[in-house]
């Protein structure tokens, strides 16, 4: 039976979460906003309209969310042509490609921006679908995004496993019905995706490649 690896992409196999802090922050800063960049770090994932939601709250004034949007993706994308995948991003996917898993990517990205990210990981040889912000209605933490990444590659929930960094990742996995496997490179403390339905946590892309023998994607 076909298989599916689920992928995230910002802070999993690209190291970009900290260029969206800073450009969220800066954004945010132009409208007249201090937000802490902690606070940022741990709303990176969700989607742009969900990440204002979450830093400003529901009472916000939000005329300004497609000014800080708009702000965020002119800052963001000063960085797009020099994007730094992880070590061994692009190999583990192909490792798994080989091996016969469908590999997809879910991701909040979208247009030219996963454009940029899919270039950075230099893999789409081995890379059949990527579900991105705009093929879905909601993003995570609802599941929409890895469900849609299912259905591309035909897969169901029990034959798949999604990689991402952040709690949403885990939450969205978890709630699609597949197992998540976490990974520590987006800077999210390793309880926090424990607690969000982590089965199995990793440093960093080269190091679940050097694991799978003993991860949830085991070639067995």
């Known amino acids: 039976m076909p298989r599916a690896a689920v992928f995230d992409v910002d802070g999993t196999l690209v190291d970009t979460n900290h260029l969206h802090v800073t450009a969220w922050w800066e954004a945010l800063r132009q409208a007249g906003h ?3 960049m902690h606070a940022i770090h741990r709303a990176i994932g969700l ?3 969900d990440l204002i939601a979450h830093l400003l709250g529901e009472e916000r004034d ?10 965020h ?3 963001y994308g000063t960085y797009s042509d020099r994007l730094p995948a992880f070590q061994e991003a692009g190999n583990l996917l192909r490792v798994l490609a080989d091996n016969g898993w469908s590999v997809v990517l879910a991701t909040s990205a979208g247009g030219s921006e996963l454009e940029a990210l899919r270039l950075a990981i230099d893999a789409d040889d081995a890379i059949s679908a990527s579900a991105g912000a705009d093929d879905v209605e909601a993003g995570k933490p ?3 995004p890895v469900e849609h990444a299912l259905e591309l ?8 496993v999604f990689v991402g960094d952040t709690v949403w990742d885990m939450r969205a996995g978890c709630r699609a019905g597949v197992t998540c496997v976490g990974v520590l490179c987006g800077g999210i403390p390793r309880g926090d ?3 969000a339905g ?3 946590i990793f440093n960093d892309p080269s190091h679940l490649l050097q694991s799978l023998d003993d991860s949830p994607l085991a070639n067995a």
């Open 34 to 36: 201090t937000v802490p």
């Open 153 to 160: 590659a035909g897969v169901p929930a029990e034959r798949a």
């Open 142 to 144: 609802a599941p929409d």
């Open 62 to 71: 939000r005329d300004e969310d497609d000014i800080i949007s708009a702000g």
């Open 47 to 49: 989607g742009s309209d």
């Open 198 to 200: 982590a089965a199995a």
């Open 193 to 195: 995706l424990e607690d």
């Open 73 to 75: 993706k002119a800052l």
